[in-house]
């Protein structure tokens, strides 16, 4: 039974994280129908930004927040501004081509400069530190702080999109480009702002990831097919999809440890043998897959 | 037998109502212009008839057959063929491979689909322009172009959507001989779709009327021209009171 | 027989290009003559490959204007099953590559089918899903060495096999391949100009003007990327034979696919002699970019920096490839 909650926790706190992951993701999506494959990339930015920030400050990483926000922030606006306004004008081939070709550069730039090796967090308030919470469940302190930030952080960003001016311009520019032009909205700036914002949600959910999860230059892009497995589940553009998929994709990935539970339960030895830890991630490629062929509008989307 | 029936059409888009039980039939050796107020439905007709939608009521049947139900491309392959306002198969390709699409409906072989392409680029005047590309061509060309393309599928019958948009009183002239020589002696049936109206009156057998997706009048040009209910969809309500006495 | 004339008529491209074409493969065909290190007749064998991987991409990527990212499972398929029939059961290439074919297009008509329902962004993205899980299969799978993967030692046979390919000297390698990439050129040829080829470029542009046209846009996709599917695992058997050493991080990994459908973009995707151009650009970057700069101490992934630079600029500034600008250079000398 342990087994089982524990995973569920596990699965509900990853992808807390996840979502956060993704939301950057969507937006950038939903305002200007371009795939970002180096989205990845800008989490391993934001998770060396919060390691290196704590360390060089000596502050405890969850305080690196603000950092890595603003460091995604600026990022994705130059990014946008310096890079993706060309491609925009090409056809779809060269923007995935291109943004491949940023994800190897962002890529190799940090192999240079950081080196291969895994680094992780090794100090701060809450490192080591781990709740029970009955019911068999563990949960270590980084995670469930990263999990409530994350969820913080998405709210700020809900609101932005829903409550401010700013946020429902981007919207409007979003639904239909021509016609927010018309009211007067300069799209050019809200392009780049959806760019700002999208690479600042996945920085700051890196520099929150990298309390829990060690980081190398080449964790990019497993990050970049997840995030694309909850948009498309979410639905594309859709800010509570990315949520909720987000969440269905961090139990997903918790499978083995459910898998565990059933062959404990059901006891047919046929189960031991299944490697489902290999397969960790295999199943939300397969789950992407039936989506898309079933309901490819996603469980929230509205642009097809 | 008629060569199209059409019955009791109805296509709606969610909630709009494009056409709204429309019924008519059309013999094989008769040309049928549709016109009507911008809006009416006349796309959506032919987009129905063509496959293009899926009608939400209504039946079509097309050479004893009912097509309702069939994919655009089935529809195609039973003779039925239609011109897009805008479009070609490529705008990469030069004419006489667009037309060389519509052709490899019919064969599998190129030597076979290319005789075919320039057998109508001959037809429609338009030999010299083989080579050339879509972006290059004066409108009216283009417009014989899209002609050109659909009969590629030596099709038995020809939708035609709005061929004479935009051209200049001698190029209807020229138009308007086109159609006549696919009608009589390549001996397509027609249906067109037109604003232009010297082209309909003059080359119709029969014209439809469409005004809000129903089909207002059904009978000969000169009969349409005369029916008060069109010359309200066309003029309005108010001009036709104001009016009342002029109208002859 | 009217196809072999067809694969065989080139009179609609420019005398000059002809002479060129003929020029170069005349080049081709005497370069191993010649004094040439290994490292250079290595780089012309990965070339054809590319090549030929290019051209594959570029009947269902360029003229079907549908992008795969996801072509590395075949070369996967073809390879496996080529050296797991060789080291299993002694079975030469000459049989194994079309069983390796057959494999690779029934999976692609399995899969092609729902695919092809997608459009866009989604399918690219359900083409590099499908890759990865497939990957992510013969890593755990026994049968074909897992993650270790195959090795064929050349021991066991007596080279030169030419029923098994297997060649102590890479000057065998680089004619079969060579006469692979020939028959390459003249099949895609005879495509472009073919029914189906002609049906894909109105499907790339307008897939209702298409439908109206009479044609079966879905099924037209589908038998395309089988096409495609068939050319890489064709390639891919070679490349088991070749390489000798084959797992699935090498062999069916992203970066393979999106390097495939990069050689073709690169060079000029929809037309004939793009993905030829871009592999003959590309191959040699990587190659030599790697030798000088890769190695150099510290200076770890320059060359792919490097790499990537050049991908980036080109997505941006000329997307229709280095054959696209040719043509638009053309295009404008003779107004």
């Not at chain 1, 704590?54 to 994705?76: C, N, S, Y």
């Not at chain 3, 472009?192 to 298409?210: H, M, P, T, W, Y």
Request: hydrophobic share 55%; proline share 4%.
């Amino acid at each position: 039974m342990d087994i089982l909650f524990s995973s569920l926790a596990a699965g509900i706190l990853f992808g807390m994280a996840l979502s956060l992951v993704a939301l950057g993701l969507t937006i950038i999506f939903g305002v200007m129908d371009i795939i970002n494959f180096a989205h990845g990339e800008f989490l391993m930015i934001g998770m060396y930004t919060g390691l290196l920030t704590a360390k060089a400050a000596g502050i405890d990483p969850l305080l690196t927040l603000p950092v890595a926000a603003a460091v995604g922030f600026l990022l994705g606006i130059a990014c946008y501004l310096g890079f993706i306004k060309f491609l925009l004008r090409g056809p779809m081939i060269a923007q995935l081509l291109g943004t491949f070709g940023l994800m190897l550069f962002l890529r190799n730039l940090a192999l240079l400069i950081f080196g291969p090796n895994d680094r992780a967090v090794h100090q701060g308030l809450l490192v080591g530190k781990s709740f029970d919470i009955g019911l068999g469940i563990i949960i270590p302190a980084t995670k469930l702080a990263a999990a409530g930030l994350a969820l913080a952080a998405f709210a700020a960003v809900w609101l932005l999109m829903n409550r401010t001016r700013t946020g429902k311009a981007l919207t409007a520019t979003a639904l239909n480009p021509q016609g927010a032009r018309y009211m007067g909205i300069p799209t050019e700036r809200m392009n780049a702002l959806a760019w700002g914002i999208g690479c600042a949600s996945v920085t700051v959910a890196g520099a929150l990831i990298v309390n829990f999860w060690s980081v190398n230059p080449y964790i990019g892009l497993l990050f970049t097919m997840l995030a694309f497995a909850i948009v498309a589940l979410g639905g594309f553009g859709s800010v509570p999809g990315a949520f909720f998929a987000g969440i269905v994709v961090g139990l997903i990935t918790e499978l083995p440890g459910f898998w565990d539970f059933m062959t404990y339960t059901f006891e047919f030895d046929w189960m031991l043998d299944v490697p489902m830890i290999s397969f960790k991630y295999m199943w939300v490629y397969v789950a992407y897959f039936v989506i898309m062929v079933v309901r490819p509008r996603g469980l929230f989307g509205w642009k097809h | 037998m008629p060569l199209l029936d059409v019955r009791n059409l109805t296509k709606d888009f969610g909630g709009l109502r494009a056409n709204d039980a429309i019924s008519f039939a059309l013999d094989k050796d008769e040309l049928l212009g549709v016109i009507g107020p911008n809006g009416a439905g006349k796309t959506t007709l032919f987009n129905c008839i063509a496959g293009l939608h899926p009608v939400t009521a209504g039946q079509i049947i097309f050479d004893g057959e009912d097509i309702t139900r069939l994919p655009a491309y089935e529809v195609a392959r039973r003779g039925l063929a239609r011109t897009f306002q805008v479009y070609v198969a490529s705008g990469d390709l030069c004419v006489l491979e667009n037309v060389m699409v519509g052709a490899f409906m019919r064969t599998r072989e190129r030597a076979q689909a290319r005789r075919r392409a320039e057998d109508i680029l001959e037809r429609l005047n338009l030999r010299e322009l083989a080579g050339a590309m879509l972006s290059e061509l004066p409108v009216a060309a283009q417009k014989r172009v899209t002609m050109a393309t659909a009969l590629g599928t030596s099709p038995k019958m020809l939708l035609l959507d709005e061929v004479a948009a935009g051209l200049n009183p001698g190029e209807i002239e020229e138009v308007l001989a086109i159609i006549r020589s696919v009608h009589r002696d390549m001996g397509i049936t027609v249906m067109l779709i037109e604003h232009v109206m010297e082209l309909v009156m003059n080359i119709s057998d029969r014209v439809i009327v469409l005004d809000y997706g129903r089909k207002i009048a059904d009978g000969h040009p000169r009969q349409i021209a005369d029916d008060p209910k069109v010359i309200k969809a066309y003029l309005g309500e108010r001009y036709v009171r104001e009016h009342s006495g002029e109208v002859t | 027989m009217e196809a072999l004339k067809n694969a065989f008529d080139f009179s609609d491209f420019p005398r000059s290009d002809l002479i060129i074409a003929i020029l170069v493969g005349a080049a081709f065909l005497i370069f191993p003559l010649f004094p040439h290190s290994a490292f250079a007749i290595a780089t012309m064998i990965q070339f054809f490959i590319f090549s030929l991987y290019g051209m594959g991409w570029n009947t269902i990527g360029g003229y079907g204007g549908q992008v795969d990212l996801g072509k590395a499972q075949y070369v996967g398929i073809g390879a496996y099953t080529t050296a797991v029939m060789l080291i299993r059961w002694d079975i030469p290439f000459w049989f194994s590559m079309p069983v390796g074919v057959l494999f690779s297009v029934s999976w692609s008509f399995i899969i092609g089918y729902p695919l092809f329902r997608l459009k866009g962004h989604y399918f690219a993205i359900a083409t590099i899903a499908t890759s990865l899980v497939l990957k992510d299969l013969f890593e755990v799978w026994d049968f074909v060495g897992a993650a270790r993967g195959l090795e064929i030692s050349p021991i066991k046979y007596a080279p030169p096999d030419f029923l098994r390919l297997i060649f102590r000297e890479d000057v065998y390698y680089y004619y079969v391949i060579f006469a692979f990439f020939l028959l390459g050129i003249l099949y895609m040829n005879w495509f472009r100009k073919s029914r189906l080829g002609f049906q894909l470029r109105a499907i790339k542009d307008n897939e209702s003007v298409a439908q109206s046209l009479g044609i079966n846009v879905h099924w037209a996709k589908i038998k395309t990327y089988a096409i495609a599917t068939a050319f890489v695992s064709v390639v891919g058997s070679f490349h088991a034979c070749y390489i000798k050493n084959i797992e699935p991080e090498d062999t069916m990994s992203l970066n393979l696919s999106i390097l495939i459908a990069l050689m073709a973009m690169l060079g000029g995707a929809g037309s004939l002699w793009g993905p030829i151009i871009g592999a003959g650009v590309l191959i040699p970057l990587k190659s030599y970019l790697k030798e000088w700069l890769g190695a150099s101490a510290g200076l770890v992934g320059i060359d792919l920096i490097i790499y990537a630079a050049i991908i980036m600029v080109i997505s941006a500034a000329e997307p229709r490839g280095i054959w696209g600008l040719v043509e638009k250079i053309r295009r404008r000398r003779s107004r």
